[in-house]
């Protein structure tokens, strides 16, 4: 016992002497080629007085940033997460000024710009050697996972397992690759692109790969809240409009993000999946946790407390962590410069435009809202956190741009597989066992935009209907990136075009409006869901103009005399109440069509005009309404079709459903996120044992946006994080 403790703090100094060495030497070189950067007295030192300066001065360094570091994040928590995230670096370069005054007879001096690349460097390296260290030590790596285990349980009360090893039932990680759909994910395991996720595949005793079905309005917003909190009822697009209030309600808008999630917990009772010991990271809804990070429906939430604060602290409590994704997200942005660069040259098509600020969100979606999320999972990890949902939205983000099959997206799929691997490496280190569970919202389907196909936008085809001036120059419809408006959110600056968007200017003309290749209609000035017969009287033109374009597939209407119908080309008319998978104008649309459609009719607020775009089976290409060759939001092709991928050792979805509720399984697995979510709540059961669902006490009935919250659902008070917990450097 005695010879291993002596071995362990050995090994521990020679680490430490290592990282020092290190440092030393880096200074040393840095100012051998800065200019503004000396270690030497006017006059000149000797060699041996030159290397005690850099010693001295990255020693100094080395202990600022290890005891002040964490203290100055906690006191800056408070400012958006890209924006310490760019004051880290002149925070670090003043550490680096501080540690220069402390050498002694004044021979440290540096520029303050030259401070911020020095401190910079140094802290990459550092890490870098700190975790090359690590590798080379499994043992040392272990005991430090160990130690910071032992550290949760003891503050936390979990008593530990009579072996010693790891106690308690299994927690569940629930990582949502956005946007990935079904047969983009075996592909990209069968192609060698995604070897974690084809390690997992090939294993007899790990995961099995099922594919899932959308409602028909296949995007995040409905998506996540049917899995997160039970209940996706009245969403019927990513963005719809509210004839009572006048408003438009945009998923990716944290109002109206909290708003959704409001009313899908006044109508389950239930305050979400993670409301027992979860944590939500990068979701547009909080799925009840209290442990929140880049979580859209809580940035609507001011005031002390309200924001998701751990998450940030976990991350940015290592300067080298910025370091890192601050030179990604550059490299990330030269990279879509140049990609989009070399598809212009080429004259690849479809193709859409990708300059303006779309690198910098791009950057953002594939490097710091992943780094911040990854980060973040780990810390639930080593706390031994019951159930944690994340998502990832690069995948989606850059999909959207340059196409679901591209190579652009096929690189960012590869880089999503090392942070899966990542996080499963960890879980062997972690103080209770967890279940890795992989999932996506939906899928997305290729095609020509329907601007680009048809040289006019949706706005432009439904004014031309109406007999209302349409623009010479086609105004094509501004993509709907969720990364774009969680990029402002991040910025705490307001969405663009927020205020025209949420109050139409002209309520008496029709508001339209476009989720992928969802199309929707509303007419302000008539009261309630307008009727084919009010349409008819009023724009004849319109019914008929929609209904024949070859861009459109169907089109779904309230008739006053033979209830809903779905238009189609040739005069096809069909009621809801009749339609039948393999009939009439949406047959194309395969299985579940009709019960996607028939279910979003009877939701309060579905559009005067519901518009779905023309599908080909054969190419499985759509048109969006929206500038993206990459789309989702409607029926058609794979956007529907997305994926979970689940260890054997959990109950097959199939077996869970038959059991539960046999309408909402087909053999193509689960049908509809509410179905995904009885999945995903019956396997946290099996592991965990019952969730007790919130109390409801009056909290009943529609919710408006300025009623108060129910504490228990708000997240409001998560305590502080430790600076122990910081996260230690990933593994090779």
């Given at each position: 016992?005695?010879?291993?403790?002596?071995?362990?703090?050995?090994?521990?100094?020679?680490?430490?002497?290592?990282?020092?060495?290190?440092?030393?030497?880096?200074?040393?070189?840095?100012?051998?080629?800065?200019?503004?950067?000396?270690?030497?007295?006017?006059?000149?030192?000797?060699?041996?007085?030159?290397?005690?300066?850099?010693?001295?001065?990255?020693?100094?360094?080395?202990?600022?940033?290890?005891?002040?570091?964490?203290?100055?994040?906690?006191?800056?928590?408070?400012?958006?997460?890209?924006?310490?995230?760019?004051?880290?670096?002149?925070?670090?370069?003043?550490?680096?000024?501080?540690?220069?005054?402390?050498?002694?007879?004044?021979?440290?001096?540096?520029?303050?710009?030259?401070?911020?690349?020095?401190?910079?460097?140094?802290?990459?390296?550092?890490?870098?050697?700190?975790?090359?260290?690590?590798?080379?030590?499994?043992?040392?790596?272990?005991?430090?996972?160990?130690?910071?285990?032992?550290?949760?349980?003891?503050?936390?009360?979990?008593?530990?397992?009579?072996?010693?090893?790891?106690?308690?039932?299994?927690?569940?990680?629930?990582?949502?690759?956005?946007?990935?759909?079904?047969?983009?994910?075996?592909?990209?395991?069968?192609?060698?692109?995604?070897?974690?996720?084809?390690?997992?595949?090939?294993?007899?005793?790990?995961?099995?790969?099922?594919?899932?079905?959308?409602?028909?309005?296949?995007?995040?917003?409905?998506?996540?809240?049917?899995?997160?909190?039970?209940?996706?009822?009245?969403?019927?697009?990513?963005?719809?409009?509210?004839?009572?209030?006048?408003?438009?309600?945009?998923?990716?808008?944290?109002?109206?993000?909290?708003?959704?999630?409001?009313?899908?917990?006044?109508?389950?009772?239930?305050?979400?999946?993670?409301?027992?010991?979860?944590?939500?990271?990068?979701?547009?809804?909080?799925?009840?946790?209290?442990?929140?990070?880049?979580?859209?429906?809580?940035?609507?939430?001011?005031?002390?407390?309200?924001?998701?604060?751990?998450?940030?602290?976990?991350?940015?409590?290592?300067?080298?962590?910025?370091?890192?994704?601050?030179?990604?997200?550059?490299?990330?942005?030269?990279?879509?410069?140049?990609?989009?660069?070399?598809?212009?040259?080429?004259?690849?098509?479809?193709?859409?435009?990708?300059?303006?600020?779309?690198?910098?969100?791009?950057?953002?979606?594939?490097?710091?809202?992943?780094?911040?999320?990854?980060?973040?999972?780990?810390?639930?990890?080593?706390?031994?956190?019951?159930?944690?949902?994340?998502?990832?939205?690069?995948?989606?983000?850059?999909?959207?741009?340059?196409?679901?099959?591209?190579?652009?997206?096929?690189?960012?799929?590869?880089?999503?597989?090392?942070?899966?691997?990542?996080?499963?490496?960890?879980?062997?280190?972690?103080?209770?066992?967890?279940?890795?569970?992989?999932?996506?919202?939906?899928?997305?389907?290729?095609?020509?935009?329907?601007?680009?196909?048809?040289?006019?936008?949706?706005?432009?085809?439904?004014?031309?209907?109406?007999?209302?001036?349409?623009?010479?120059?086609?105004?094509?419809?501004?993509?709907?990136?969720?990364?774009?408006?969680?990029?402002?959110?991040?910025?705490?600056?307001?969405?663009?075009?927020?205020?025209?968007?949420?109050?139409?200017?002209?309520?008496?003309?029709?508001?339209?409006?476009?989720?992928?290749?969802?199309?929707?209609?509303?007419?302000?000035?008539?009261?309630?869901?307008?009727?084919?017969?009010?349409?008819?009287?009023?724009?004849?033109?319109?019914?008929?103009?929609?209904?024949?374009?070859?861009?459109?597939?169907?089109?779904?209407?309230?008739?006053?005399?033979?209830?809903?119908?779905?238009?189609?080309?040739?005069?096809?008319?069909?009621?809801?109440?009749?339609?039948?998978?393999?009939?009439?104008?949406?047959?194309?649309?395969?299985?579940?069509?009709?019960?996607?459609?028939?279910?979003?009719?009877?939701?309060?607020?579905?559009?005067?005009?519901?518009?779905?775009?023309?599908?080909?089976?054969?190419?499985?290409?759509?048109?969006?309404?929206?500038?993206?060759?990459?789309?989702?939001?409607?029926?058609?092709?794979?956007?529907?079709?997305?994926?979970?991928?689940?260890?054997?050792?959990?109950?097959?979805?199939?077996?869970?459903?038959?059991?539960?509720?046999?309408?909402?399984?087909?053999?193509?697995?689960?049908?509809?996120?509410?179905?995904?979510?009885?999945?995903?709540?019956?396997?946290?059961?099996?592991?965990?044992?019952?969730?007790?669902?919130?109390?409801?006490?009056?909290?009943?009935?529609a919710v408006r946006v300025d009623e108060p919250f129910p504490d228990a659902l708000a997240g409001a008070d998560a305590p502080d994080p430790d600076p122990d917990d910081a996260l230690p450097g990933p593994r090779g």
């Amino acid at each position: 016992m005695g010879d291993g403790r002596w071995r362990r703090a050995g090994g521990t100094l020679i680490r430490v002497v290592s990282v020092w060495a290190v440092s030393t030497l880096t200074m040393l070189a840095l100012a051998g080629v800065l200019p503004d950067f000396q270690l030497q007295a006017d006059d000149g030192d000797t060699v041996t007085r030159t290397a005690f300066t850099a010693a001295w001065g990255a020693g100094a360094f080395g202990l600022l940033s290890a005891l002040v570091w964490p203290v100055l994040v906690r006191a800056l928590l408070i400012v958006p997460a890209l924006v310490l995230g760019a004051l880290v670096f002149f925070l670090n370069g003043s550490l680096l000024l501080i540690a220069l005054r402390l050498i002694p007879d004044g021979r440290g001096d540096a520029a303050p710009e030259t401070a911020v690349v020095v401190a910079a460097v140094m802290s990459a390296v550092a890490s870098a050697t700190s975790t090359a260290l690590a590798v080379r030590d499994d043992d040392a790596y272990r005991r430090r996972l160990s130690r910071l285990a032992d550290r949760r349980r003891r503050r936390s009360g979990t008593p530990q397992s009579a072996d010693g090893g790891r106690g308690g039932p299994p927690g569940i990680v629930f990582v949502q690759l956005d946007g990935v759909g079904h047969d983009v994910l075996e592909r990209a395991a069968a192609d060698g692109l995604m070897p974690t996720v084809a390690g997992l595949l090939a294993d007899d005793a790990g995961h099995r790969l099922t594919p899932w079905t959308t409602d028909w309005s296949s995007q995040t917003g409905a998506s996540q809240l049917g899995i997160l909190h039970g209940s996706n009822f009245d969403v019927p697009a990513f963005r719809w409009f509210e004839k009572e209030t006048g408003t438009v309600m945009v998923s990716s808008r944290p109002a109206s993000a909290l708003e959704m999630q409001r009313r899908a917990i006044a109508r389950t009772h239930d305050g979400g999946l993670l409301t027992v010991d979860g944590a939500s990271r990068g979701n547009l809804f909080s799925g009840g946790a209290d442990q929140l990070a880049l979580v859209l429906s809580m940035a609507a939430r001011l005031g002390k407390g309200r924001r998701s604060r751990a998450g940030y602290f976990a991350y940015f409590s290592d300067p080298a962590n910025a370091v890192r994704t601050a030179l990604s997200f550059v490299a990330e942005v030269g990279r879509e410069i140049g990609q989009s660069v070399r598809a212009r040259v080429r004259k690849e098509s479809p193709r859409v435009k990708r300059g303006g600020l779309y690198p910098f969100i791009r950057a953002f979606a594939t490097v710091v809202e992943r780094d911040v999320v990854v980060a973040a999972v780990i810390g639930d990890m080593f706390a031994g956190r019951t159930v944690v949902y994340a998502d990832l939205v690069a995948y989606d983000e850059v999909a959207h741009h340059s196409g679901p099959f591209s190579g652009d997206a096929e690189k960012v799929l590869t880089r999503l597989d090392r942070s899966l691997g990542l996080m499963l490496k960890i879980a062997d280190h972690t103080p209770r066992d967890y279940r890795i569970v992989l999932l996506s919202d939906h899928g997305q389907s290729p095609g020509e935009t329907f601007a680009g196909r048809y040289g006019l936008t949706l706005k432009d085809l439904v004014r031309a209907g109406c007999g209302l001036p349409v623009p010479r120059r086609a105004q094509r419809t501004r993509s709907a990136s969720e990364a774009r408006d969680a990029v402002r959110i991040a910025l705490h600056r307001p969405v663009d075009g927020e205020q025209e968007a949420e109050h139409p200017a002209k309520p008496s003309e029709p508001v339209v409006l476009a989720s992928g290749n969802l199309g929707l209609v509303s007419f302000p000035d008539i009261e309630g869901r307008a009727t084919r017969e009010q349409l008819d009287r009023r724009y004849p033109a319109l019914l008929g103009t929609l209904a024949a374009h070859p861009g459109i597939g169907f089109l779904l209407v309230r008739s006053g005399k033979h209830g809903s119908v779905v238009l189609g080309r040739d005069g096809a008319e069909v009621p809801v109440a009749e339609l039948r998978d393999g009939e009439g104008p949406i047959a194309v649309f395969g299985p579940g069509a009709t019960d996607a459609v028939r279910r979003t009719d009877t939701f309060p607020h579905v559009a005067d005009v519901m518009i779905n775009s023309v599908y080909d089976p054969d190419t499985g290409r759509v048109h969006a309404f929206e500038e993206q060759i990459g789309s989702h939001g409607g029926l058609g092709g794979a956007q529907s079709r997305p994926f979970l991928l689940w260890p054997r050792t959990l109950t097959d979805p199939l077996d869970a459903m038959a059991a539960d509720t046999p309408q909402a399984v087909s053999p193509a697995g689960p049908v509809g996120a509410e179905a995904v979510h009885r999945v995903l709540a019956r396997w946290l059961r099996e592991l965990s044992g019952p969730q007790v669902p919130l109390r409801q006490e009056g909290f009943t009935g529609a919710v408006r946006v300025d009623e108060p919250f129910p504490d228990a659902l708000a997240g409001a008070d998560a305590p502080d994080p430790d600076p122990d917990d910081a996260l230690p450097g990933p593994r090779g």
